[in-house]
């Protein structure tokens, strides 16, 4: 739980020590979902239309918290350029306006979801069978969103100031009561979909209250205090985080496309083809959510080495983590082949949407190694302060790649085509990322090397905080 060396040069062992316990507080995070789902899959008579309702909140809770990335991986780069520069100061002051950010997002969102429940819902899925069961958990989830947004959001900072083992901990405990929760609030309590929504509140409440705890203690490198927010790094902050923040948001824009794409398609079975996708999109979730840990939590070393003009550690570092990503697509996909159907038995015992999950899986295994080079590159760029690159990049994978095979595939092969947009979507995104990284990463090493000392922070925008 001690503060990691950023400007240590053995390079290999600080981003295991950075990627290691984000990438295991990510795979605890994705079990919010996944533990609801495979709960509320196992009610008892209408364990698979639940779920499906449940299917249908899944982008919309994610788009929740996308908002909590926009702030929190917004502004930990530049909080970690500002320690890399030697200026504390600074960077309480940026510590300072993400927490204030990240209250207003969440009241702001709590509001809107509130009061447009049933237009959202049933624009983005539900069915008349599915609604009842998807309100009672949205409903829910958004009058708690203040805790998992502002709860994410300034993890990332914990995770910014060297201290990646206490940020894995802060989400450890809010998954593990999660965990202990559900069954009591579905089954025990017998409040069905909503105790699986107030289990979920539970626990990111717990999680709060120990990030706030723990960023507030004199005995951390950069406590958070209460400043008057600066609209200045507000902005900065947002554009800094609109890269992960359209990674998170399109991957729920694309979801609800696609829940919308199989209710049409899909037919009589529309609702059981959510359900197949609703568990397929768990299943890649388990692999993507760890990766985005390997390569957001190694940005505190490519950031504050940037800050500090150590540019050849920055090189070592980016190299060491697209490698990491690799590997571990790669252990994954070979996983796939043998854990698919097992996986998928959590959530159904039904025949038919065992095998089609299955099928469904594979599918989407078909371009994972690639995207191990989209993750680490984007959010390589996100972390030296370039985001019109990662911007464009997220953008064109899923709202151009994604979007496009989406629509147009189903309309020529049935409702089985939709799931094929993801491997081309991960395939092509991936040559495009590679090839624009190939060419902008030494120009904008040769760049920075170049800078003054007035002009250190890097940060497109221009000027210093």
Do not use: H
């Not at 490198?221 to 900065?236: D, E, F, H, Q, W």
């Not at 209710?263 to 059981?272: F, I, L, P, S, V």
């Not at 768990?282 to 840990?293: H, K």
């Not at 302060?385 to 464009?392: D, E, L, N, S, T």
């Amino acid at each position: 739980m001690k503060a990691v060396d950023l400007s240590d040069n053995k390079v290999f062992a600080t981003v295991v020590k950075l990627a290691v316990p984000a990438m295991v507080a990510q795979l605890v995070n994705v079990l919010y979902s996944i533990v609801d789902r495979i709960f509320v899959g196992n009610i008892d008579v209408i364990g698979d239309i639940a779920l499906a309702g449940v299917g249908v909140c899944a982008p919309i809770t994610t788009l929740i918290s996308s908002f909590a990335f926009l702030v929190g991986t917004g502004g930990a780069p530049i909080f970690s350029m500002a320690l890399g520069e030697g200026d504390d100061e600074r960077a309480k002051k940026i510590l300072s306006c993400a927490g204030v950010m990240l209250v207003a997002i969440a009241a702001v969102l709590t509001v809107v979801v509130c009061c447009a429940l049933r237009p959202i819902l049933m624009t983005f899925g539900a069915s008349e069978n599915s609604y009842e069961y998807a309100r009672q958990y949205l409903l829910v989830y958004a009058l708690g969103s203040v805790f998992s947004i502002t709860a994410t959001g300034l993890n990332q900072f914990i995770i910014a100031d060297g201290y990646s083992g206490m940020g894995m901990l802060t989400i450890l405990i809010g998954a593990l009561a999660n965990i202990a929760l559900d069954p009591l609030f579905i089954f025990v309590f017998d409040m069905g979909v909503a105790g699986a929504a107030i289990a979920t509140v539970i626990s990111q409440a717990i999680s709060f209250v120990f990030v706030i705890v723990f960023l507030t203690r004199k005995s951390v490198k950069c406590a958070l205090t209460v400043r008057k927010p600066s609209l200045k790094i507000a902005g900065r902050i947002a554009v800094m985080g609109i890269s992960p923040f359209a990674i998170m948001a399109t991957d729920s824009v694309i979801i609800i496309a696609s829940n919308m794409v199989l209710q049409r398609y899909g037919g009589a079975e529309g609702d059981n083809w959510i359900t197949v996708s609703t568990i397929v999109q768990a299943f890649l979730s388990l692999i993507t959510m760890p990766m985005l840990g390997i390569t957001s939590g190694t940005q505190p070393i490519l950031s504050f080495n940037y800050g500090a003009r150590n540019l050849e550690l920055v090189k070592r570092a980016e190299l060491r983590i697209a490698a990491m990503c690799v590997v571990f697509t790669t252990v994954m996909f070979a996983l796939s082949f043998a854990i698919a159907r097992p996986f998928a038995t959590l959530f159904t015992d039904s025949e038919t949407l065992l095998d089609r999950s299955a099928w469904g899986v594979r599918i989407y295994m078909i371009g994972i190694i690639p995207l191990a080079l989209q993750y680490a590159f984007v959010d390589g760029f996100t972390a030296l302060g370039q985001p019109r690159f990662a911007i464009v990049l997220s953008l064109t994978r899923k709202l151009l790649l994604y979007t496009v095979s989406l629509v147009v595939l189903p309309m020529f092969f049935g409702v089985n085509a939709a799931f094929y947009a993801e491997p081309i979507a991960d395939i092509g995104a991936a040559v495009l990322s590679t090839g624009t990284f190939l060419i902008a990463f030494p120009k904008i090493m040769k760049k920075r090397a170049a800078m003054t000392a007035d002009n250190m922070s890097g940060i497109p925008t221009g000027g210093k905080i």
